[in-house]
């Protein structure tokens, strides 16, 4: 990736910090001073998202290094399990505010204010919509795994907030007095908790699979390199093409295992050919990649 791309992505992650960082604080802030645990949630959950992006940005920057002495097969583990150390904490903050609200509903309820509360989960909605919609088109024109972790997490957000609004709409509107108003916050918290778990949990259980390396390309993407190399050889049966290819984060690992027999010859320029078709494809899926071409000389 040219050095201009790679400016973009961490401007990108920096950017996001900050914004998230805004929406943390003033939520905290809003939460302590209407009582709201729906505010709470939300405000507690920008505050862990920006702490999780300030070390995307270091994640970003160090998976993209090449191969050293020190580290031979560069850092292509440290995306798959920051995702997973993002995923456990939110999954924490979500069991915890869910078992605070549970207790809240059955202990009588709690009336917060609602309309400072209320103001900001409309503004919110509005500015984190905005971001969710930027991150999904950058992620559209420069794909990263970090970029569409932060367009998950804004769009998640974004739908807490709308739905916030609409419940704290309805309590401002019911009045403090009225027998259902007490039971609002902690519903909605409860209801947001249950859908915001699923995010996380799917983070974690994809990237553990990335890091026991199972997280296979798709069998199209497999068959067409299989069909290019044996129609580009011409002397190589598809049968003869073993090829594996798993995610590692952003890296694709393309192993290629070619059986050649003693009436086959390969030249030089042919096992090029091989290697440069090869790059053509996989270089069209993802600009991460690492490919090992091997030939097996088996007995007949």
Same mark, same amino acid.
């Given at each position: 990736?040219?050095?201009?791309? $790679?400016?973009?992505?961490?401007?990108?992650?920096?950017?996001?910090?900050?914004?998230?960082?805004?929406?943390?604080?003033?939520?905290?802030?809003?939460?302590?001073?209407?009582?709201?645990?729906?505010?709470?949630?939300?405000?507690?959950?920008?505050?862990?998202?920006?702490?999780?992006?300030?070390?995307?940005?270091?994640?970003?920057?160090?998976?993209?290094?090449?191969?050293?002495?020190?580290?031979?097969?560069?850092?292509?583990?440290?995306?798959?399990?920051?995702?997973?150390?993002?995923?456990?904490?939110? @999954?924490?903050?979500?069991?915890?505010?869910?078992?605070?609200?549970?207790?809240?509903?059955?202990t009588g309820?709690?009336?917060?204010?609602?309309?400072? =509360?209320?103001?900001?989960?409309?503004?919110?909605?509005?500015?984190?919509? =905005?971001?969710?919609? =930027?991150?999904? @088109?950058?992620?559209?024109?420069?794909?990263?795994?970090?970029?569409?972790?932060?367009?998950?997490?804004?769009?998640?957000?974004?739908?807490?907030?709308?739905?916030?609004? *609409? =419940?704290?709409?309805?309590?401002?509107?019911?009045?403090?007095?009225h027998p259902?108003?007490?039971?609002?916050?902690?519903?909605?918290?409860?209801?947001?908790? $249950?859908?915001?778990?699923?995010?996380?949990?799917?983070?974690?259980?994809?990237?553990?699979?990335?890091?026991?390396?199972?997280?296979?390309?798709?069998?199209? $993407?497999?068959?067409?390199?299989?069909? *290019?190399?044996?129609?580009?050889?011409?002397?190589?049966?598809?049968?003869?093409?073993?090829?594996?290819?798993?995610?590692?984060?952003?890296?694709?690992?393309?192993?290629?295992?070619?059986?050649?027999?003693?009436?086959?010859?390969?030249?030089?320029?042919?096992?090029?050919?091989?290697?440069?078709?090869t790059e053509?494809?996989?270089?069209?899926?993802?600009?991460?990649?690492?490919?090992?071409?091997?030939?097996?000389?088996?007995?007949?």
């Amino acid at each position: 990736m040219h050095q201009r791309q $790679l400016l973009t992505e961490l401007n990108i992650l920096r950017f996001s910090v900050l914004l998230e960082l805004f929406f943390g604080i003033t939520g905290v802030l809003v939460a302590l001073y209407s009582g709201s645990q729906a505010v709470l949630l939300d405000g507690s959950y920008s505050l862990i998202c920006t702490l999780t992006m300030m070390a995307n940005v270091r994640v970003s920057q160090l998976v993209k290094q090449p191969p050293s002495i020190e580290n031979p097969y560069g850092h292509p583990t440290l995306e798959p399990m920051m995702l997973i150390l993002e995923g456990l904490i939110l @999954l924490g903050l979500c069991i915890t505010l869910m078992a605070a609200s549970t207790y809240k509903l059955f202990t009588g309820g709690y009336t917060p204010e609602f309309d400072l =509360a209320l103001g900001y989960e409309i503004f919110s909605t509005i500015i984190g919509g =905005a971001a969710a919609t =930027a991150f999904f @088109l950058l992620n559209r024109s420069r794909p990263s795994p970090l970029i569409y972790f932060e367009f998950q997490e804004w769009l998640v957000d974004t739908a807490v907030s709308a739905a916030a609004a *609409a =419940a704290f709409s309805i309590a401002y509107l019911l009045g403090s007095d009225h027998p259902v108003t007490p039971y609002i916050d902690s519903s909605l918290t409860l209801s947001l908790v $249950l859908i915001l778990t699923l995010l996380p949990l799917k983070t974690v259980l994809k990237n553990i699979k990335q890091l026991l390396l199972q997280d296979s390309a798709s069998p199209k $993407l497999i068959e067409k390199v299989i069909d *290019a190399i044996s129609k580009q050889n011409g002397i190589i049966p598809r049968q003869n093409i073993h090829i594996s290819m798993i995610w590692l984060g952003r890296w694709l690992w393309v192993n290629i295992d070619i059986e050649v027999y003693n009436n086959t010859h390969l030249d030089r320029e042919e096992l090029k050919s091989i290697s440069n078709i090869t790059e053509s494809i996989v270089s069209s899926v993802c600009k991460f990649y690492r490919l090992k071409l091997s030939f097996n000389f088996p007995e007949k």
